[in-house]
C-alpha cells in the first residue's frame, strides 16, 4: 500500500535590523521550543550596511525558509544607535539594505509597535507562520502578550524627547578610534556629525504601512 507523503516543514530563520525586537522575537521562540543554540534552531542574519556579494549570498540563503523579521519605529533604532556611540547613518543604510532583500523572504513581519487588543492574535499567527498550533501554547501566547516588554532597551534623553515631544537630536558625537604607525599607539578622538533623519523616509514610509500599527 502506498504510504502517505509526508511534506516537510521549512527550516526557520530570522532577519533583523538591530534594535528592532531580536531579543523579544528570540525569547518568544524559546517558549516554543525552539531555541537559538548558536544556529542550530535556526539561522538568524541581522542586515548589514551594504549589500556585498558575500552578504547578499547570506541573505539567498534564508530563501524558502519561514522567516520571522522584526518590526519597530526605525527613527528608535536611529536613537539607539546613538546611545550605542555609533553612527545613525549606519543603521539608516541597514534599513534600506533590509527592505531590498524582504521582498526574497516567506516572512512573518513581527511589529513591536503592535496595538495592545491586537498582540494576542499577532502572537497567534506568529505561531502559525512557523508551522505550530497556537492553540497547544495559549498560555505562553496569553502571557507574553501581556508582558508585551521590549528586551535589551535603553532610556535615553534622546528617546524620551522623541517619544514625549517629537524632538530629534540635530547632530552626535562619535568616538574616533586612531592607530599611530608605527608606534602603535590608539589615538581617541571626538567628531560632531550631524544626522540625517531623511535618511530613515523610506524604512518609516514601510513601518507605517504595516495593519498592525498605529504609527
Known amino acids: 500500500m502506498p504510504q502517505p507523503m509526508v511534506t516537510e516543514q521549512p527550516p526557520l530563520s530570522m532577519l533583523t535590523v538591530t534594535h528592532t525586537g531580536t531579543h523579544f522575537a528570540m525569547a518568544f521562540l524559546e517558549l516554543l521550543g525552539i531555541p537559538h543554540n548558536a544556529g542550530r534552531g535556526y539561522t538568524h542574519h541581522h542586515a548589514a550596511p551594504e549589500l556585498t556579494p558575500h552578504m547578499k549570498e547570506r541573505y539567498e540563503q534564508l530563501i524558502g525558509t519561514k522567516c520571522i523579521v522584526?518590526?519597530?519605529?526605525?527613527?528608535?533604532?536611529?536613537?539607539?544607535?546613538i546611545h550605542n556611540g555609533t553612527s545613525v547613518q549606519q543603521v539608516a543604510d541597514c534599513w534600506d539594505?533590509?527592505?531590498?532583500?524582504?521582498?526574497?523572504?516567506?516572512?512573518?513581519?513581527?511589529?513591536?509597535?503592535?496595538?495592545?487588543?491586537?498582540r494576542v492574535e499577532h502572537l497567534c499567527d506568529f505561531v502559525r507562520h512557523i508551522g505550530k498550533d497556537p492553540d497547544e501554547y495559549m498560555d505562553d501566547i496569553l502571557e507574553y502578550a501581556d508582558g508585551w516588554k521590549p528586551l535589551n532597551t535603553s532610556n535615553s534623553v534622546e528617546k524620551r524627547k522623541y517619544l514625549e515631544l517629537g524632538q530629534l537630536p540635530e547632530t552626535q558625537i562619535l568616538n574616533i578610534h586612531r592607530k599611530l604607525v608605527p608606534r602603535r599607539e590608539t589615538v581617541e578622538t571626538t567628531l560632531t556629525k550631524k544626522i540625517d533623519w531623511t535618511a530613515f523616509d523610506n524604512a518609516v514610509a514601510w513601518y507605517k504601512s504595516l495593519p498592525t500599527n498605529d504609527a
Open 97 to 118: 539594505v533590509f527592505l531590498e532583500v524582504l521582498p526574497w523572504m516567506d516572512a512573518f513581519i513581527l511589529d513591536m509597535g503592535c496595538r495592545e487588543e491586537d
Open 70 to 81: 522584526t518590526a519597530r519605529d526605525p527613527i528608535l533604532s536611529g536613537i539607539r544607535y
